[in-house]
């Protein structure tokens, strides 16, 4: 058995890793890229995250990573969406998670589909943004010849994966979230509530399972890429799935704390139990699914430290200074953390502060920006407790885990903390695994 190229794509990152025939890491990459935020518009250009993917893999291959490279496996972030031509060029930036520009578009759907519809079904509220199916409603609305041009709509593994293999596809736990799958029954694309929103049915890529081979690298691809051309490329997954399955949640009721430019509570599900006030989506592996919810984090900080911290570098910021903040106890300063709005709200919800008076200090400020995070967190597991027995083990990984898990010890007092590194890149690799190894 050869090796094995994983590819986690975030929302400001690509982190490719190279995994042995034993499945031991032996390189690892990372190359950032921006997005554009203006307002209620939070979209990328594609091509940034695809030129990400060539450094990495162009890298990897001048250091003979991919002389026995067996398997690709792709994890993204989502929801992304992206018009495509029949080529698979985009024909508009990816209108990715944070957006909120669609929320005359969500409320007209679900006028028309009804809440209940919506759970029972695709097992989540049409929220602007958070599921695509609002964004894909605006295009067709506010940019009409991009949606009569588009002949497929899918998320970032979609564009990923035609440009790689030539192949259209998107899998269920990317599915799970444009509003237009059947989570609950993991069946397919709703095809009524797809006619009723006027969405062509023609213009979705086919769902095919996260263990499933799409297609093999193109020579085009292998040209560009440095990715021997033939090697087949694994389906994949979402970026918070792949992270569930890398830390383990198998069983009902485990629970995974992600913290990296969000803060995201992930739980475990042995039957779908939908809710509007958080996300339902499928897992990797059949027979499951995942209940999580999502506010922001490092966006919160990195805004708290280039608006108020200017003097300090980032390192000071979130070693030291953030460490010494978070030791104290604040001054009973309220913080409401919706900078990018709230995922589970069609308002157009904004951050705030409360209870300020000429004593209150920048570290009250922030110390009031993390507590406001972490008690939304808090509250979820609080409701999510109530629906069903959870595990007393809380999971950490993410990049931002390091500068927080201080402090979420302490809050988190009934909960065992256990922190396990790269837990997406993980999943990809029990993935792969699960393909290769039979």
């Not at 594609?46 to 890298?59: D, Y």
């Not at 499928?282 to 608006?307: K, M, N, S, T």
């Not at 209150?360 to 509250?379: F, I, P, Q, S, W």
Request: with cysteine.
């Amino acid at each position: 058995m050869g090796c094995v190229l994983v590819l986690d794509v975030g929302t400001s990152s690509l982190k490719a890793a190279v995994f042995d025939e034993h499945f031991v890491p032996v390189a690892k990459e990372k190359v950032e890229y921006t997005y554009e935020a203006e307002g209620l518009k939070m979209q990328i250009d594609v091509e940034r995250i695809w030129n990400a993917l060539v450094t990495v893999t162009r890298k990897f291959q001048k250091e003979g990573y991919f002389r026995n490279l067996e398997l690709v496996v792709p994890c993204v972030f989502s929801p992304a969406l992206i018009a495509m031509d029949e080529e698979g060029k985009p024909l508009y930036p990816a209108i990715i998670h944070w957006d909120r520009r669609s929320t005359k578009q969500a409320k007209r759907a679900l006028s028309l589909i009804g809440k209940e519809r919506f759970l029972g079904t695709s097992g989540n509220i049409p929220y602007p943004g958070g599921i695509s199916v609002t964004s894909l409603l605006w295009l067709k609305e506010e940019e009409s010849e991009v949606f009569r041009r588009a002949f497929q709509f899918g998320h970032l593994n979609t564009f990923l994966l035609k440009r790689l293999t030539g192949r259209w596809a998107i899998d269920p736990t990317n599915a799970s979230i444009t509003g237009l799958y059947d989570t609950v029954g993991r069946s397919g694309w709703c095809e009524s509530i797809a006619y009723e929103l006027g969405i062509p049915l023609e213009k979705l890529p086919p769902v095919l399972s996260c263990l499933e081979v799409v297609g093999e690298v193109t020579k085009e691809a292998a040209q560009v890429t440095g990715i021997p051309s033939g090697t087949p490329v694994l389906m994949g997954s979402n970026d918070t799935s792949a992270a569930a399955l890398g830390a383990g949640l198998l069983e009902s009721g485990q629970v995974l704390n992600i913290s990296g430019s969000s803060e995201i509570i992930t739980i475990c599900l042995d039957r779908p139990l939908p809710h509007e006030k958080y996300y339902l989506r499928a897992h990797p592996l059949p027979g499951r699914w995942l209940a999580y919810d999502i506010v922001i984090g490092g966006f919160a900080l990195d805004w708290f430290f280039e608006q108020f911290c200017k003097e300090m570098t980032r390192e000071e910021f979130y070693t030291s200074y953030l460490q010494r903040v978070l030791g104290g106890q604040g001054n009973k300063i309220r913080f409401v953390p919706y900078l990018t709005g709230d995922r589970t709200d069609l308002r157009q919800r904004t951050g705030a502060l409360f209870g300020l008076t000429l004593s209150t200090t920048r570290e009250d400020c922030l110390y009031a920006l993390v507590e406001a995070m972490v008690n939304r967190m808090r509250k979820t597991l609080t409701m999510m407790a109530e629906r069903l027995p959870l595990s007393r083990t809380l999971i950490l990984t993410g990049g931002g885990v390091k500068a927080l898990v201080d402090y979420k010890r302490r809050v988190f007092q009934d909960f065992s903390i256990e922190v396990k590194e790269d837990c997406s890149l993980w999943g990809c690799v029990e993935m792969a695994k699960r393909v290769l190894v039979s």
